[in-house]
Structures are given as structure tokens and as C-alpha cells.
T-cell receptor, first 112, second 114 residues
């Protein structure tokens, strides 16, 4: 049972435009959400996170939105740059427990 | 430099030949975990450890063993590897109760079992 879902395996966006990556979850006990970015031949690296007490968190070009009623979160990248081309994983956790449940990932390609 | 290291990075082996993938972190993190990444399945947790001598099963523990004798090291052991364990493996670590649950990942070990 996939508790964290990323339904778009891939996304292609032009440089300078907005990239929107989506993530849905089914477990209502999740209260902390993270986005990781992964380049080929490297481990995932933390990008941005959001607690369930917030509905938005911003860090430079990256913004994560959380809609608890819809059990949906999204990552916005504005403006998109070629260096953003990578696989993005959504992850969720419960309380202060360290276990992360990951989605299947979305491959973002930013074209010139 | 704060990091998680894994060795080897690449390994090709044969069915049934025991192997160990090492993982070490220099951040004094209590929590360590192993994941495998497979196409279309994302990252799935194999085993985790909350501290020295404390380990527990993740979502896909079958065919794997771990140990946590020292805080910095968390080796993954495949006693009798099989082809379905061909995968990309990641070790990760984090502080417990840090509030953001951010995990730091190693560079990965690509394992092929023939």
C-alpha cells in the first residue's frame, strides 16, 4: 500500500517557467513532509520541508504548499533552471519519529 | 566535512555469496537507516536503528541483516544474495527529535546479483 504517491513519473518544463511537482498521501497521521532532490550517481539531498501546522513554506526559488484536507502537497520551483533537472522525491513522517515514507519520485527535466 | 559514506559504490556478485555493504557517518547521529531504490517503487526502508544495539525492520527487511555495534557504523549484510536484491542501496542518518526529520544520505551502492 503506497502511502505517499507521486503520480507523475516525469515532467518537462522550459527554463524560466514554473515547475510544479505534486504529491498525495493517504495516512492522516503524517504531520511532517519533506522534498528531496536526487541527481544521477548521488544520494538524495534535502531540499525543503513543511510541518502540518503550516500551509506554505518558502526557501528562495522553492515553495512547498500543503493542503491537509486534500492530503496533497506540491513543490513549486520558480524560475526553473537547467540545474534543477533531477528526480524529486516527496517524503512524509509522523511526529518526531525519524522514519520517512517516500513517494516513487518525479523526474524533472528543465529544457533550454 | 559532515557526510555519510558507503562502500563499495558498485558491486557485482553471484547468488548465495555473502556480502556486506558498509555505512559510516561522522555527524554523531543516533538514527541510521538503509533504503533500496527500484524503478517505479521509489525508496523503501529495509532496516533502521535508533541507537547502538537498537535495530528494527523497515518495510522490506527479508533477506537482509544489520548490526549497530558503534554509533557511527551501520553495515548491511546479505547472507545469501539473490537476483531480486539487485538494486541501488542508500544509507541515511539523522538526529532524533531534531524537529525537521531531515535525513542525510550516502552516495549509494549499486548491487548486481547474478
Amino acid at each position: 500500500d503506497q502511502q505517499v504517491k507521486q503520480n507523475s513519473p516525469s515532467l518537462s518544463v522550459q527554463e524560466g517557467r514554473i515547475s510544479i511537482l505534486n504529491c498525495d498521501y493517504t495516512n492522516s497521521m503524517f504531520d511532517y513532509f519533506l522534498w528531496y532532490k536526487k541527481y544521477p550517481a548521488e544520494g538524495p539531498t534535502f531540499l525543503i520541508s513543511i510541518s502540518s501546522i503550516k500551509d506554505k513554506n518558502e526557501d528562495g526559488r522553492f515553495t512547498v504548499f500543503l493542503n491537509k484536507s486534500a492530503k496533497h502537497l506540491s513543490l513549486h520551483i520558480v524560475p526553473s533552471q537547467p540545474g534543477d533537472s533531477a528526480v524529486y522525491f516527496c517524503a512524509a513522517s509522523t511526529g518526531t519519529a525519524s522514519k520517512l515514507t517516500f513517494g516513487t519520485g518525479t523526474r524533472l527535466q528543465v529544457t533550454l | 566535512e559532515a557526510q555519510v559514506t558507503q562502500n563499495p559504490r558498485y558491486l557485482i556478485t553471484v547468488t548465495g555469496k555473502k556480502l556486506t555493504v558498509t555505512c559510516s557517518q561522522n555527524m554523531n547521529h543516533e538514527y541510521m537507516s538503509w533504503y533500496r531504490q527500484d524503478p517505479g517503487l521509489g525508496l523503501r526502508q529495509i532496516y533502521y536503528s535508533m541507537n547502538v544495539e537498537v535495530t528494527d525492520k523497515g518495510d522490506v527487511p527479508e533477506g537482509y541483516k544489520v548490526s549497530r555495534k558503534e554509533k557511527r557504523n551501520f553495515p548491511l549484510i546479505l547472507e545469501s544474495p539473490s537476483p531480486n536484491q539487485t538494486s541501488l542501496y542508500f544509507c541515511a542518518s539523522s538526529l532524533i527529535g531534531s524537529g525537521d526529520n531531515e535525513q542525510f544520505f550516502g552516495p549509494g551502492t549499486r548491487l548486481t546479483v547474478l
